[in-house]
Structure formats: structure tokens, C-alpha cells
């Protein structure tokens, strides 16, 4: 069964490249743009990890995972200016496998999520 892989990202570039990364080492990717979208498919489907923006339409990212009671692993990928990564794991807790800036390098992108499937 292919891994499953959410990435939620604002920026419609940026999600697509995520999109089309993931897929080229065989994920079965879901995009969504928006943290509201986010949470439905996340009540209503398994996902084995999930890379996520911090600052999202309708719902940020922190209280995104804070509205589930199991998230999946989760990789945070955000430019967010005050990106403090003490603070962005006390608030979403262990479900937050890595962190990263944007602009990441996309083999670190891969390493995160293939971090988070094994966690």
C-alpha cells in the first residue's frame, strides 16, 4: 500500500513543487491549501505524515494539529519570521518529527518525511 503523504501549503507554487517531490519517490500525495480543508481530510482519512505551513488560511497550522486528537507525524516547513523550534514543538508536542525553513533543500525535505514515516 503507498505511503500517504498531506501537504498543506498556501503558497499554490510551493505546494505543487512538495507535491510533485513526493510523488517522484512514489508518496500518494494529497494538496490542500488551507488549514480548514486540512482538518476534514484529517478526520476523514489515514495519512502516514503530513508537511505542514504554520500560517494558513482559515486555521493555522498549531491549531490545526491542536484540533486533532492523534495527529500524524508532521513535518513543519514554514518561513513563519519568528520561527522559534522550542516553541513550535511545546505547542504542537511530539507529533512533530522536524522542522524546517523554507526554502529547504528538497533531500532534506525527503529525509524529514521518510524521518516521520519511520517514527
Known amino acids: ?14 505546494r505543487t513543487s512538495l507535491g510533485e ?4 519517490k512514489g508518496y500518494n500525495v494529497r494538496e490542500v491549501s488551507d488549514g480548514l480543508t486540512a482538518r ?8 502516514d505524515a503530513v508537511t505542514l505551513d504554520l500560517k494558513l488560511p482559515g486555521i493555522d497550522g498549531d491549531e490545526l494539529i491542536a484540533s486533532l486528537s492523534e495527529p500524524p507525524p508532521v513535518i513543519v516547513y514554514s518561513a513563519f519570521a519568528v520561527f522559534d523550534p522550542g516553541n513550535v514543538r511545546g ?6 518529527t522536524r522542522l524546517l525553513r523554507k526554502p529547504a533543500a528538497p533531500q532534506d525535505l525527503l529525509d524529514a518525511v521518510a524521518e516521520a514515516i519511520a517514527s
Open 21 to 24: 517531490l513526493l510523488r517522484t
Open 40 to 47: 476534514e481530510l484529517l478526520t476523514e482519512e489515514l495519512f
Open 1 to 14: 500500500m503507498p505511503i500517504r503523504v498531506l501537504v498543506v501549503e498556501d503558497d499554490a507554487e510551493v
Open 91 to 96: 505547542k504542537l508536542g511530539a507529533r512533530i
